[in-house]
């Protein structure tokens, strides 16, 4: 059977994970997980054509995938909306509890200036996934907002993992409880103020209407 890119991707990096914990995202552990595989190391730059920028991003995209596969057998409509982000945030946790160097290995490579924005992508989207699971179909400023607001949640909490040595992560689940809160707390506020701007703005524009614009419609 002829196996996907992402297939591929994901052998790769699986075999990468246990040398990444003790030598850290490097290429040529890249390079020699995919010698391991039956795709040799040739296929390592086929598949990470950005090399190790792919393959740090990709690692991101499994945990991902993984967190709603584990989420599947969840139905979050029978779920508080704080629940259901409080249940994905702690699934995706569990799904790399294995991998814990990795992840700390992984948060030191975007921490590198240049790759601020890449960083903030990376966690965007995992924001946006866990908002599209828990059934968010926002499209106003209210899409935006509460994916900001998670990417935070989910950036301060790692953090706060990857230093709990706890057996069961208590201090996490307690960190990530008061910041479920303090979200809810600002995504309120932010909400009647976001809605007051805009309500003023289109007040502005009717306000103001001017004959030079004879059709609104192209605005």
Not at 54 to 68: E, G, K, P, T, Y
Not at 115 to 138: C, E, F, L, M, P
């Amino acid at each position: 059977m002829k196996k996907d890119l992402c297939d591929i991707q994901d052998e790769i990096l699986l075999a990468a994970l246990d040398d990444v914990a003790f030598d850290g995202w490097q290429w040529h552990v890249i390079e020699g997980a995919a010698a391991k595989t039956e795709h040799g190391v040739d296929m390592a730059a086929a598949v990470f054509p950005n090399k190790l920028e792919d393959a740090v991003r990709h690692f991101s995209n499994w945990a991902d995938r993984q967190m709603l596969d584990m989420l599947e057998s969840a139905n979050p409509q029978e779920m508080r909306v704080r629940d259901r982000v409080r249940r994905a945030v702690i699934v995706r946790l569990h799904v790399l509890e294995p991998y814990k160097e990795a992840v700390r290995a992984a948060s030191s490579y975007w921490l590198i200036p240049t790759r601020n924005i890449d960083a903030g992508k990376i966690v965007w989207k995992t924001a946006d996934q866990i908002w599209q699971w828990a059934g968010d179909d926002s499209t106003d400023y209210n899409h935006y907002t509460k994916r900001l607001l998670l990417s935070g949640v989910l950036t301060s909490t790692t953090l706060t993992w990857l230093n709990d040595t706890s057996p069961t992560h208590d201090h996490t689940v307690e960190f990530l409880d008061r910041r479920i809160d303090d979200v809810l707390k600002i995504g309120r506020v932010f909400g009647k103020s976001a809605g007051k701007i805009i309500s003023g703005l289109s007040a502005f524009k009717k306000k103001f209407k001017t004959p030079y614009c004879p059709d609104e419609t192209k605005l």
